[in-house]
């Protein structure tokens, strides 16, 4: 896809905003986990075709590896794979492999698309002999279509129901050999019984650093952008341990290098672009050190209520839960405690602050911790 037609892209979006908001918008939307219409264009050219060519998740490549070639031995249909994880790490890249590797057609569909076991049956109905059907979002399937699937997956069989009450019927459908790959960012919400039919499960992990240094190596490879390793250091410092992110931030450091300076990414280059998309070196953008920020400098460092600290960055409640603070705990800047939202020292450190002597800071003073917590 050319430069010009990703910016078409997103000012199309991002066009009825207002300037400010227009600003955060973009701050946000460029370590957003989940992709976008620019993202899915980009991915398919950026994702790897073979397992060979998977970057990390080495010991889910080998397993998988071993999974695909027993069964091609075989020659049957491989075991029923689920694939748990974070968004971004790699869950449809496995599926899309999975069939390529077998030289079987992939069908992707996902759970919230699947809103009656009706729509099911028709998916599965069409399927042929060793097909992969790759269910995205799982963990969001309709509880009929849930049931129907158990069937499916162990008896290869689904049971039509033809009208309604008690003269309904139900009206067996064969169906041929199939292989399910599900993915869930949620495998605890999986029923029991839904989980327990997948002969093989994998939990992608967050990326190292140099891994994601890998990924931007061979996504400059292959969209032509000349990358230096120590440009390739600083984007991956600060892509949350995400390929898509490190993806995304590639891209926008390349248009910054094309327009403000010769088009080469260096280490300078990736630092002035990502300052101007206000993503700093741990990776948190705007609201990420608005939140941090407001937790610290307002509320000494808590605990302070999920309501307050949202009102204080004038966000909704439900943004700041579910946008902003999963990164900064999984940074470990910030701890969900049963009095409220804690600091804790490293993210003291972050803002360049020194820790008070009264805060709570969790796990470095657990005694004064606990003294704050009961004052309240
Ligand atoms: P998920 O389905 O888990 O949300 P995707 O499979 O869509 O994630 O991956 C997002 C993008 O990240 C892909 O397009 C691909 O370019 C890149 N990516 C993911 N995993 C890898 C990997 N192991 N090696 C190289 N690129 C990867």
Redesign the pocket.
């Known amino acids: 896809m050319s430069q010009d037609s990703t910016r078409a892209t997103e000012s199309e979006v991002e066009g009825p905003l207002g300037a400010q908001e227009q600003a955060y918008a973009e701050s946000r939307a460029i370590l957003a986990?989940?992709?976008d219409g620019d993202?899915?264009a980009?991915?398919?050219?950026?994702?790897?075709r073979h397992l060979g060519?998977?970057?990390?998740?080495e010991r889910v490549c080998e397993q998988l590896s071993l999974v695909l070639e027993a069964a091609r031995r075989r020659g049957g249909a491989p075991d029923h794979v689920l694939?748990s994880?974070?968004?971004?790490?790699?869950?449809?890249?496995?599926?899309?492999i999975i069939a390529g590797e077998m030289s079987s057609p992939l069908r992707l569909t996902s759970g919230p698309a699947i809103t009656h076991a009706g729509d099911l049956a028709a998916i599965l109905s069409g399927m042929n002999d060793g097909d992969v059907l790759f269910v995205?979002e799982i963990h969001r399937m309709s509880r009929p279509a849930e049931e129907m699937l158990y069937l499916a997956m162990e008896d290869f069989r689904v049971d039509v129901i033809i009208g309604k009450g008690p003269g309904a019927t139900a009206i067996p459908l064969e169906i041929p050999p199939f292989t399910l790959v599900g993915?869930t960012?949620r495998a605890g919400l999986l029923p029991g019984p839904l989980r327990d039919r997948f002969g093989f499960t994998a939990h992608?992990d967050f990326?190292s650093a140099a891994?994601l240094e890998?990924?931007l190596h061979?996504?400059a490879r292959l969209l032509g952008v000349p990358l230096r390793p120590e440009g390739a250091t600083e984007v991956a410092g600060r892509s949350r341990g995400?390929?898509?992110i490190?993806?995304r931030l590639l891209r926008r450091v390349r248009d910054y290098a094309q327009v403000r300076a010769d088009g080469v990414v260096t280490r300078e280059i990736a630092d002035a672009a990502l300052a101007v998309y206000e993503v700093d070196q741990e990776g948190l953008d705007r609201l990420d050190r608005a939140v941090l920020d407001a937790l610290l400098r307002r509320f000494g460092g808590g605990p302070v209520g999920l309501s307050t600290l949202a009102v204080a960055v004038g966000e909704e409640p439900e943004t700041v839960e579910e946008v902003a603070e999963p990164f900064l705990v999984r940074a470990g800047l910030l701890a969900r405690t049963p009095r409220g939202r804690v600091a804790t020292a490293a993210a003291w450190a972050h803002l360049g602050l020194a820790v008070p002597r009264h805060a709570a800071v969790p796990g470095s003073h657990p005694s004064l911790f606990d003294g704050d917590a009961a004052a309240g």
Do not use: H
Not at 42 to 48: C, D, G, S
Not at 85 to 96: E, N, V
């Open positions: 986990v989940d992709a993202d899915r980009v991915e398919a050219a950026l994702r790897p060519e998977v970057i990390g998740q694939l994880g974070p968004p971004g790490l790699g869950k449809t890249t496995l599926a899309m995205d993915a960012t992608m990326y891994e890998q990924v061979r996504s995400t390929p898509r490190a993806n």
